[in-house]
């Protein structure tokens, strides 16, 4: 099969305002039958109203200026509104006022700039960094980074908001983090302008202005990841000692539990770096972080909540609303310790794929000559080193992360959805949900069998999977992070030859109704992974030909009607797989018309690849394949049948 690259997963980040986005406002409007009227006639209106704001940014009167920064903090949340500001370049207009005279006009220019960043939508960073917001940032952090504001006391989040100069810093140091993410020039430029020690300066406040060091956190894991250049220099013997402080806060509150896991995401992003004798014990004290925010039960701490916010409403108490604060540090805890975990079980892959263009082929007819070319990386092995392997199985991190896997009862997370306070741990809870299936998939690609637990817990694992099919959410997220870890289970089972003999025909035509109608084609991508692992499983066992039967038809399916091309090859390798060789298989292969069918999809794959080629991107290595395997294939199997 076809390569697969896992995807590393960061946290979502909280709304700016702390308020629903207008989009999210109109989503939940129109769900309940009222569509927002901004999505029609209010799109002139707000696209006169931004022009008219932008104006005001020039005007003479620091008021206007001010309440121009304001107005567009709220504008560019709403998706016409902030086209129409990006097309008359609220960049090049806003961003000079980060280093306006008024320290009042930087907090709202530095506001209305976090929000744009906060779009969700990584080419509006991309152009805003193209539009040279860096500079105006990079010096008002520098200016910042000589004087940071040194609280007398602890300060909430509330009251950081309510500092100027505080909550300045607090919002550039969020539109900092939106552009690392997003643009990798803006990495460079991080690096550029030296802005490494504002966030270390600003990490060791977590003890009189935890909300600053939390977000200095994030953006320091964020620029962290690939980053060799700062990776070495925090390893520097003067500064590493600040990370190792942060990594080991004290402090029993969520905040503190999410600023450790966050810092364990930097130090695992810069252990190349790090001095060689102490990587080992660095690996034990980041898995120690991660095992202890995964045993804490979120849904039962937060079951015990729920009636108190129920019974109060809108106007919940201190306790209530600093308790719910906590609940959803911890959600956002346990998604980043999910995150690095996943991570630490991906190593990097140094390999890169050859460019391969129209010239790497000098025809385009299929290749006929040679033997079927056995691609069996559905899940390439990974080496993982001693001390990562060790730190996962010390903490028991495989069954940890296994008990995330599920939701708590219907009816509790239809009550969290529908109470507008507690809708943020309800994301939360799927997020987690969504990160641990990812989390499993590369746990169980990476980890050696016995260390899981052997075929027995394997089996388990794959159980618990067969269940969530029924119960999984319906956003492609969800979906694709559970086909990913049934892929990865099943995979896991056919290395070991350990057939899964709780899966049954209705499983399979569960996960093909689950997968078959999603647009998302890496989904579908993994629906024949499942199948290529459990046929190559069933090829040579003549009690289970009914099963292979069910899983050759499905496969056939895929590989001739779906309008993926990428898809279309990975369904392909996967009958290669499955019906190369053996007995039953090539039982199988006759009584579902298997060559006469791929036979007349050669000449539609011929056309489909002269068309599409240009558009493969990463995944044409893997349509090459399995077109020149296509051709050979047939003829294998047809010299098998004369003989």
Same mark, same amino acid.
């Given at each position: 099969?076809?390569?697969?690259?896992?995807?590393?997963?960061?946290?979502?980040?909280?709304?700016?305002?702390?308020?629903?986005?207008?989009?999210?406002?109109?989503?939940?409007?129109?769900?309940?039958?009222?569509?927002?009227?901004?999505?029609?006639?209010?799109?002139?209106?707000?696209?006169?109203?931004? +022009?008219?704001?932008?104006?005001?940014? =020039?005007?003479?009167?620091?008021?206007?200026?001010?309440?121009?920064?304001?107005?567009?903090?709220?504008?560019?949340?709403?998706?016409?509104?902030?086209?129409?500001?990006?097309?008359?370049? *609220?960049?090049?207009?806003?961003?000079?006022?980060?280093?306006?005279?008024?320290?009042?006009?930087?907090?709202?220019?530095?506001?209305?700039?976090?929000?744009?960043?906060?779009?969700?939508?990584?080419?509006?960073?991309?152009?805003?960094?193209?539009?040279?917001?860096?500079?105006?940032?990079?010096?008002?952090?520098?200016?910042?980074?000589?004087? *940071?504001?040194?609280?007398?006391?602890?300060?909430?989040?509330?009251?950081?908001?309510?500092?100027?100069?505080?909550?300045?810093?607090?919002?550039?140091?969020?539109?900092?983090?939106?552009?690392?993410?997003?643009?990798?020039?803006?990495?460079?430029?991080?690096?550029?302008?030296?802005?490494?020690?504002?966030?270390?300066?600003?990490?060791?406040?977590?003890?009189?202005?935890?909300?600053?060091?939390?977000?200095?956190?994030?953006?320091?894991?964020?620029?962290?990841?690939?980053?060799?250049?700062?990776?070495?220099?925090?390893?520097?013997?003067?500064?590493?000692?600040?990370?190792?402080?942060?990594?080991?806060?004290?402090?029993?509150?969520?905040?503190?539990?999410?600023?450790?896991?966050?810092?364990?995401?930097?130090?695992?992003?810069?252990?190349?770096?790090?001095?060689?004798?102490?990587?080992?014990?660095?690996?034990?004290? +980041?898995?120690? *972080?991660?095992?202890?925010?995964?045993?804490?039960?979120?849904?039962?701490?937060?079951?015990?909540?729920?009636?108190?916010?129920?019974?109060?409403?809108?106007?919940?108490?201190?306790?209530?609303?600093?308790?719910?604060?906590?609940?959803?540090?911890?959600?956002?805890?346990?998604?980043?310790?999910?995150?690095?975990?996943?991570?630490?079980?991906?190593?990097?892959?140094?390999?890169?794929?050859?460019?391969?263009?129209?010239?790497?082929?000098?025809?385009?007819?299929?290749?006929?000559?040679?033997?079927?070319?056995?691609?069996?990386?559905?899940?390439?092995?990974?080496?993982?080193?001693?001390?990562?392997?060790?730190?996962?199985?010390?903490?028991?991190?495989?069954?940890?992360?296994?008990?995330?896997?599920?939701?708590?009862?219907?009816?509790?997370?239809?009550?969290?959805?529908?109470?507008?306070?507690?809708?943020?741990?309800?994301?939360?809870?799927?997020?987690?949900?969504?990160?641990?299936?990812?989390?499993?998939?590369?746990?169980?690609?990476?980890?050696?069998?016995?260390?899981?637990?052997?075929?027995?817990?394997?089996?388990?694992?794959?159980?618990?999977?067969?269940?969530?099919?029924?119960?999984?959410?319906?956003?492609?997220?969800?979906?694709?992070?559970?086909?990913?870890?049934?892929?990865?289970?099943?995979?896991?089972?056919?290395?070991?030859?350990?057939?899964?003999?709780?899966?049954?025909?209705?499983?399979?035509?569960?996960?093909?109704?689950?997968?078959?109608?999603?647009?998302?084609?890496?989904?579908?991508?993994?629906?024949?992974?499942?199948?290529?692992?459990?046929?190559?499983?069933?090829? !040579?066992?003549?009690?289970?030909? =009914?099963?292979?039967?069910?899983?050759?038809?499905?496969?056939?399916?895929?590989?001739?009607?779906?309008?993926?091309?990428?898809?279309?090859?990975?369904?392909?390798?996967?009958? !290669?797989?499955?019906?190369?060789?053996?007995?039953?298989?090539?039982?199988?292969?006759?009584?579902?018309?298997?060559?006469?069918?791929?036979?007349?999809?050669?000449?539609?794959?011929?056309?489909? !690849?002269?068309?599409?080629?240009?558009?493969?991107?990463?995944?044409?290595?893997?349509?090459?394949?399995?077109?020149?395997?296509?051709?050979?294939? *047939?003829?294998?199997?047809?010299?098998?049948?004369?003989?």
């Amino acid at each position: 099969m076809g390569k697969d690259r896992r995807k590393r997963r960061r946290a979502k980040k909280p709304q700016p305002t702390g308020l629903p986005s207008m989009q999210e406002t109109t989503a939940e409007e129109a769900e309940l039958g009222n569509p927002s009227s901004t999505s029609t006639t209010g799109n002139s209106t707000f696209q006169g109203q931004s +022009i008219a704001v932008l104006e005001k940014l =020039q005007s003479g009167s620091d008021e206007e200026r001010e309440c121009a920064c304001t107005t567009l903090a709220t504008l560019v949340q709403d998706a016409s509104a902030m086209e129409t500001l990006l097309d008359h370049n *609220i960049v090049k207009s806003l961003a000079p006022l980060l280093m306006d005279k008024r320290p009042s006009i930087r907090e709202a220019a530095a506001g209305a700039l976090r929000n744009l960043s906060a779009s969700s939508n990584q080419d509006v960073c991309m152009r805003m960094v193209d539009d040279d917001v860096f500079t105006p940032l990079a010096t008002l952090l520098q200016q910042f980074s000589s004087a *940071i504001p040194q609280p007398s006391q602890e300060m909430s989040g509330d009251a950081v908001k309510k500092d100027p100069a505080l909550n300045t810093l607090l919002q550039a140091l969020h539109l900092l983090w939106n552009l690392c993410e997003n643009a990798s020039t803006a990495v460079s430029l991080f690096n550029q302008y030296h802005l490494m020690k504002l966030l270390l300066d600003t990490l060791q406040m977590f003890g009189v202005c935890l909300e600053l060091s939390l977000t200095a956190a994030h953006c320091l894991q964020t620029v962290t990841e690939d980053n060799v250049e700062l990776a070495k220099e925090l390893c520097k013997p003067h500064l590493l000692p600040i990370l190792e402080g942060a990594l080991m806060c004290p402090g029993e509150r969520m905040q503190h539990l999410l600023l450790r896991n966050l810092i364990a995401g930097c130090m695992y992003n810069i252990k190349e770096s790090l001095p060689a004798a102490g990587q080992g014990q660095t690996m034990q004290v +980041i898995a120690k *972080i991660i095992s202890q925010t995964l045993e804490i039960d979120a849904a039962n701490r937060m079951a015990t909540l729920l009636p108190q916010i129920q019974t109060n409403g809108t106007t919940l108490s201190k306790v209530v609303s600093e308790e719910l604060q906590e609940m959803e540090s911890l959600v956002s805890a346990q998604q980043v310790a999910l995150e690095v975990t996943s991570n630490m079980c991906c190593p990097e892959d140094d390999e890169e794929w050859e460019d391969l263009d129209s010239s790497s082929s000098s025809s385009d007819d299929l290749d006929d000559g040679g033997e079927v070319m056995q691609e069996d990386s559905l899940m390439m092995p990974l080496c993982l080193s001693a001390e990562i392997q060790s730190s996962l199985t010390n903490q028991q991190l495989p069954n940890k992360v296994l008990l995330k896997i599920g939701l708590p009862e219907k009816d509790f997370m239809q009550n969290l959805e529908a109470c507008k306070e507690t809708k943020t741990v309800f994301k939360g809870l799927l997020r987690v949900q969504s990160r641990a299936l990812m989390c499993l998939q590369n746990l169980i690609a990476a980890v050696e069998l016995e260390s899981l637990g052997g075929p027995e817990a394997l089996s388990l694992v794959l159980q618990k999977l067969l269940d969530l099919i029924q119960l999984v959410p319906s956003e492609d997220e969800s979906v694709e992070a559970l086909t990913s870890a049934l892929r990865s289970t099943l995979h896991k089972m056919a290395e070991n030859k350990f057939t899964p003999e709780i899966l049954t025909d209705s499983h399979l035509s569960a996960i093909a109704s689950l997968c078959q109608s999603s647009s998302n084609d890496a989904i579908r991508v993994n629906f024949v992974g499942t199948l290529g692992s459990v046929g190559s499983l069933l090829a !040579f066992n003549e009690e289970t030909q =009914q099963l292979l039967m069910a899983v050759g038809t499905q496969l056939l399916e895929v590989a001739t009607k779906d309008n993926s091309l990428w898809v279309t090859a990975e369904a392909l390798d996967a009958i !290669f797989d499955v019906f190369g060789d053996g007995d039953v298989a090539d039982i199988v292969a006759a009584n579902i018309g298997l060559v006469a069918k791929l036979r007349t999809l050669v000449p539609q794959l011929k056309a489909r !690849f002269r068309q599409g080629k240009s558009a493969l991107g990463e995944h044409l290595p893997v349509v090459i394949s399995a077109r020149s395997n296509l051709a050979r294939f *047939i003829k294998y199997k047809e010299a098998q049948q004369c003989k």
